[in-house]
C-alpha cells in the first residue's frame, strides 16, 4: 500500500524558518521523482520544488528561489523542504508528490497536505 506522509507544517512569524519532511511507503522510492507543491486559498497548485531520484537535478520556483531548499534521503525513503525567509505569501497547504514515469508506466502519488501558516 502506498503512503506519502508530510509533516512540520505550522504556524511561522514572518522571516521565520519550517522544515517540511515526506516519508514515502510502498513503493520504490529511490526511483521516483520528488516534488513539493503548494495550494495558497483561491489559488492554483504551485510547484514549489522538485528533485529527481538520485538528487543530481533540482528546480525550485521562482518565487522560493533562494529562500527554500529541497533534500532527499534514499535510505530513509524521505524528502525534506527547509523553508527559510518565510513571508505570508508562503501561507498554503504543501503536498508531497511522487512520480515515475517510464515508456509503459505512469505512477503518481500524493500526500494528503500539511498546512504552513505565515502571521505576525
Known amino acids: 500500500q502506498v503512503q506519502i506522509v508530510e509533516s512540520g507544517g505550522g504556524l511561522v512569524q514572518p522571516g521565520g524558518s519550517l522544515r517540511l519532511s515526506c516519508k514515502g511507503s510502498?513503493?520504490?522510492?529511490?526511483?521516483?521523482?520528488m516534488s513539493w507543491y503548494r495550494r495558497a486559498p483561491g489559488n492554483e497548485r504551485e510547484l514549489v520544488a522538485t528533485?529527481?531520484?538520485?538528487?543530481?537535478?533540482?528546480h525550485y520556483s521562482d518565487s522560493v528561489k533562494g529562500r527554500f531548499s529541497i533534500s532527499r534521503d534514499n535510505a530513509k525513503n524521505t524528502v525534506d523542504l527547509q523553508m527559510n525567509s518565510l513571508d505570508v505569501e508562503d501561507t498554503a497547504v504543501y503536498y508531497c508528490?511522487?512520480?515515475?514515469?517510464?515508456?509503459?508506466?505512469?505512477?503518481?502519488?500524493w500526500g494528503q497536505g500539511t498546512q504552513v501558516t505565515v502571521s505576525p
Open positions: 508528490n511522487a512520480r515515475y514515469t517510464d515508456y509503459a508506466t505512469a505512477d503518481d502519488y
Open positions: 510502498g513503493f520504490d522510492f529511490e526511483t521516483y521523482r
Open positions: 528533485i529527481n531520484s538520485i538528487g543530481s537535478i533540482i
